[in-house]
């Protein structure tokens, strides 16, 4: 049950509950955005690669979103803790500016997407004042300008989440809130950059892709 609300989450969004990414596009990305996850305790061996991709390359920047500082914030160049819960208000807040940025990739979400008008619109309806939504997030408001900015700009941007995203009665709502902002812009199945959920169990991702699941086969 751990990854429940990401199994609803990717199945909304691309009809297979698939990871669209892999372990090598956190060390291509320019932006790293961890999300829910205290990443140093959770996933020690990922944060590892992180802290040593980053040293070596001082220009990538990580945002960790987290209610509590832990101790991933120790390589973390904006830490954002947001109250309780709001995690869909963030990233629809994101949509939005990602829409009034004009950093929306219309070809790709032509070709591959249905329903953006729709998302954009409800977006905007929740989240289109920013000093509103600073508000109700409980944060800074020009940290929250920072971390929208960072993500309009920097294309090769990867989205790691995972229990504080998961463990959640909107939890499904806050991975497709994450997802629509990857697919808004395109920058997903691409290097370096797309939504990945980190696993709160050892490769329960991989257990699912090989049929670990009772009402699935293997391959989806």
């Known amino acids: 049950l751990c990854m429940s609300s990401s199994v609803v989450g990717h199945k909304r969004a691309f009809g297979t509950d698939t990871v669209p990414g892999c372990y090598d596009d956190f060390e291509q990305a320019q932006?790293?955005?961890?999300?829910?996850?205290?990443?140093?305790?959770?996933?020690?061996?990922?944060?590892?690669?992180?802290?040593?991709?980053?040293?070596?390359?001082?220009?990538?920047?990580?945002?960790?979103?987290?209610?509590?500082?832990?101790?991933?914030?120790?390589?973390?160049?904006?830490?954002?803790?947001?109250?309780?819960?709001?995690?869909?208000?963030?990233?629809?807040?994101?949509?939005?500016?990602?829409?009034?940025?004009?950093?929306?990739?219309?070809?790709?979400?032509?070709?591959?997407?249905?329903?953006?008008?729709?998302a954009v619109k409800s977006a905007q309806q929740s989240s289109g004042d920013i000093k509103a939504l600073a508000n109700t997030l409980g944060i800074?408001?020009?940290?929250?300008?920072?971390?929208?900015?960072?993500?309009?700009?920097?294309?090769?941007?990867?989205?790691?989440?995972?229990?504080?995203?998961?463990?959640?009665?909107?939890?499904?709502?806050?991975?497709?809130s994450i997802i629509n902002c990857h697919l808004a812009t395109g920058r997903i199945g691409k290097p370096g950059m797309g939504p990945f959920s980190m696993t709160g169990q050892p490769n329960a991702m991989g257990g699912r892709e090989v049929g670990g699941l009772a009402n699935t086969l293997a391959a989806h």
């Open 31 to 118: 932006l790293i955005t961890l999300v829910g996850s205290n990443t140093a305790w959770c996933h020690p061996v990922l944060f590892q690669r992180i802290k040593k991709y980053k040293e070596a390359n001082p220009n990538v920047k990580v945002v960790v979103i987290d209610p509590r500082r832990t101790q991933t914030c120790d390589i973390a160049d904006l830490h954002l803790p947001l109250n309780l819960g709001t995690d869909t208000w963030l990233f629809n807040g994101l949509l939005n500016s990602l829409s009034q940025r004009n950093k929306i990739d219309s070809d790709y979400v032509e070709q591959h997407c249905d329903g953006l008008d729709d």
């Open 140 to 176: 800074n408001e020009e940290d929250l300008k920072q971390f929208y900015s960072w993500f309009c700009e920097t294309e090769k941007s990867v989205t790691l989440y995972s229990q504080g995203v998961n463990q959640s009665s909107s939890g499904t709502d806050k991975v497709n």
